[in-house]
């Protein structure tokens, strides 16, 4: 591992909280990520972050406890569920057997598992990787009365009694869990070994990421982070549910350090080609490649400024991750949590840190600065340098991102907060109904009947199709104040 020498440190919390960044960092930089993880406190679960570019680690932050009731610290050895940041892993030994002369992309399930139904003939493993099969989540499957965890062979056992998908394969994109944890029975029932097994041989031991492991029940997990609910200062113990252990849609442990040496060798082809690599890392429309944004092998795939972007989030029982790739550039921002987070609150650290990290070259998404600005200044300040900031090059103003925030806001019931970015979005785009649907509500919950009824008008005037959720909701409310007058 490559790990430049020369760090700028900044120690904190006793050690607890540790930081260190080799790139000269501006001050408002500095503030703006002492920001991000200003809710990282000593004392409760944490988080690991790494940025690697051009493969030196640029920089490593630690906070917080994998180990609440032993005060375990968090450090880059610190092993988390990753969750859906598993399904790379998943795909990546489909691509082994493919690569071996196993598998083909555009086998189907029928090709693989004989006895499954007769929709399985036109599901292919492309499908499966690119959540395009259309099969049935596996939610629907779990009773209520259930106790005992899930596992993958049983999911692909209920799938064989159902006799649907949700579209006809290949036509259509549905993020599937379901098809992860078949992909898991597939490696099984190719390779003969156990999907654990195949992913330690083929991959961990490969690769030297002694650290990392599938879940298994009943087997330790060395420098395990434990996953809590915190809300405010309660911290409530969240390590497993009863899908913790289905293994191909989200059962690997890593830690940051044996992360970075999985992102070291996709640069370097060391366990698939560099040119079939590449087919993981681009968009897929049925069995032909697109140059749009979308979902390759495990990974979402976008673009900006020209730069293809790759990055899969994970959120589960007491977890959640976040990793971002930019093959162009070489950077990448891993970022492991044993905690829950506000909505989108991981999402705007790591893509912060990838503006910062690429000098810029990826754009700083707005919405970030501003929800600074508010919390530290409130809204009439958070308005002014959103004023400001859009017109300036790096920064990125998206209509969504923005409603997004909205939403946060109005999910604290911060209402004069949210209307005020509502009324901002509208006026920067106006053509855009979420907006005025996000402004309706704040104006209803104030009380300010008339210009909430007017809003929700205007949403239903902009929506392209009347029966979307945004046309519909905004119908509801207008009828509930018109019944209320």
Known sequence: ???????????????????????????????????????????????????????????????????????????????????????????????????????????????????????????????????????????????????????????????????????EPGTSYRYSNSGYAVLAQIIEKVSGISFASFVKQEIFETLGMHNSMVFQQNQNITNRAFGYAVMNDSIRFNDQSITSAIQGDGGIYCSTSDYYKWDQALYKGELIPKKELEDAFIDWDNHSKTMKDGEGYGWFVEYQNGIKILHHSGGTAGFESQVIRIPDLELSIVLFSNRNWPSRNLRYKVRALASIFSDYKISMPIEIVLKKEIEQNGILEGIKVYHTLKHEDHYKTDALELYYLGIIYLNQHRNKVSKAIFKTITLDFPRYANAYYGLGIAHKRMNETKAAMNSFKKAIELSADKNSTIATRSKQHLSELLGSN
């Open 1 to 167: 591992m490559r790990i430049t020498t020369v760090f700028i440190a900044l120690l904190l919390y006793n050690g607890i909280f540790a930081q260190k960044s080799n790139k000269v960092l501006n001050a408002d930089e500095q503030d703006l990520i002492d920001y991000l993880f200003s809710d990282c406190t000593p004392s409760k679960p944490g988080a690991s972050v790494w940025v690697i570019s051009k493969g030196d680690l640029v920089y490593e932050a630690n906070y917080g406890l994998a180990n609440v009731d032993q005060s375990t610290k968090i450090d880059s050895n610190t092993n988390f569920r990753i969750a859906s940041v598993t399904k790379q892993f998943t795909a990546a030994c489909i691509m082994i057997l493919v690569k071996k002369g196993q598998l083909n992309y555009t086998s189907n399930l029928r090709d693989i598992f004989p006895d499954f139904p007769e929709y399985g003939n036109n599901i292919t493993i492309r499908h499966l990787l690119t959540h395009q099969s259309g099969i049935v989540d596996y939610n629907g499957f779990i009773e209520e009365s259930r106790t005992e965890q899930l596992l993958d062979y049983e999911i692909l056992e209920f799938l064989k009694q159902s006799h649907k998908t949700y579209f």
